[in-house]
């Protein structure tokens, strides 16, 4: 079965902090994506990559910068939290288009407050 | 950038009842529109999901019905028991991206 991992699970940071959420999968997969999840949104696509090195904006990508290391790492940046940054933070990752399966694997979500 | 609106947003059923969720989306050229469960305290996982080439597709007690003309997909889910209670998202996605666009979800609770 696909895995993500996430950490850390739950931060609680000040205005102004700096934060740093990381994603590791080990399913080999080409694409990794971070979400945000607020009610009333549902899920809300910030960054995504398509392998190391690679970065494409989101949907929502204000206020967050993405760096993805290796096919296995992808990290969330939050340089200057806000309290509008508070958030449940999922990572997925997926095959590329054509390798006959667009399923995205979510992990365990990262709850983000920012006081 | 891309939009889906799901209705409703909140959904109570009797148990053994039927559930209907309906999505609708703009762009034309959408060609992939998956359903996402997510349980209470869970991470959203795939239940199923239909191409454009397709206008319905069935598994188990879950239908998905694709309308391309009316840019509207909906999903079924029939003989509802307590542990289909759930929050349920619909997505999309255009030409060969992997790019998903999610709708805002739907509560689901099916009473006993």
């Known amino acids: 079965e696909a895995a993500v991992t996430q950490s850390p699970r739950n931060k609680v940071t000040v205005t102004g902090g700096n934060v740093t959420l990381s994603c590791r999968q080990t399913?080999?997969?080409?694409?990794m994506y971070w979400y945000r999840q607020d009610t009333g949104h549902g899920l809300r696509l910030i960054h995504y990559?398509?392998?190391?090195?690679?970065?494409q904006i989101g949907d929502v990508p204000d206020g967050y910068k993405a760096t993805r290391t290796t096919q296995e790492d992808f990290f969330l940046l939050l340089e200057l939290a806000s309290p509008s940054q508070t958030s449940l933070y999922f990572c997925?990752?997926?095959?590329?288009?054509?390798?006959?399966?667009?399923?995205?694997?979510f992990g365990p979500g990262t709850r983000l407050t920012v006081l | 950038g891309e939009q889906v609106e799901q209705l409703p947003s909140i959904l109570r059923v009797q148990e053994r009842s039927s559930a209907s969720i309906n999505c609708t989306y703009e762009?034309?050229?959408?060609?992939?529109f998956p359903w996402y469960k997510q349980e209470p305290g869970e991470n959203p996982k795939l239940i199923i999901d239909?191409?454009?080439?397709?206008e319905r597709k069935q598994i188990q007690g879950l239908i998905v019905l694709l309308d391309k003309k009316a840019k509207r997909f909906s999903l079924h889910i029939t003989d509802t028991q307590p542990a289909d209670s759930a929050m349920y998202f619909c997505?999309?996605?255009?030409?060969?991206?992997?790019?998903?666009?999610f709708g805002q979800g739907t509560v689901l609770s099916v009473i006993p």
């Open positions: 399913n080999s997969h080409n694409y």
């Open positions: 239909i191409r454009s080439n397709m």
């Open positions: 762009n034309s050229a959408s060609n992939y």
């Open positions: 990559s398509y392998g190391a090195g690679n970065l």
């Open positions: 997505a999309m996605a255009t030409g060969g991206n992997n790019k998903l666009t």
């Open positions: 997925a990752s997926s095959d590329a288009p054509g390798g006959g399966s667009y399923e995205q694997y």
